[in-house]
């Protein structure tokens, strides 16, 4: 069972950058499609990025050409690089690691760090 910790998020006024980082651990990182999902307060948990195990990244329309998610299999860990922030982006974030072994689906997820855009 693989194990998540977040790390990187904080404070940034609008239109400022933060790169939020998730190590892994106890499991075998690369058998993983990785993500990251956001939950603002009084709304549900939604799909920020994701990356499959052979690279291809999937991008909420909000987040698109702001946000970039990577991965280095070398040093377990996936990263989420956000850019031109908005006051909108603020939520906790979170790291998925999900497998893939059919028919059953795994998923595990982090404690979440909280990111606030606001002047």
């Known amino acids: 069972q693989v194990q998540l910790v977040e790390s990187g998020g904080g404070w940034v006024q609008p239109g400022g950058s933060l790169r939020l980082s998730c190590a892994a651990s106890g499991g075998f990182f690369s058998f993983y499609a990785m993500g990251w999902y956001r939950q603002a307060p009084g709304k549900q948990r939604e799909l920020v990025a994701t990356?499959?195990?052979?690279?291809?990244?999937n991008y909420a329309d909000s987040v698109q050409g702001r946000f970039t998610i990577s991965r280095d299999n070398a040093k377990n860990t996936v990263y989420l690089q956000m850019n031109s922030l908005k006051p909108e982006d603020t939520a906790v974030y979170y790291c998925n690691a999900r497998r893939t072994t059919l028919p059953s689906t795994s998923d595990y997820w982090g404690q979440g760090t909280q990111v606030t855009v606001s002047s």
């Open positions: 990356m499959t195990r052979g690279g291809s990244t």
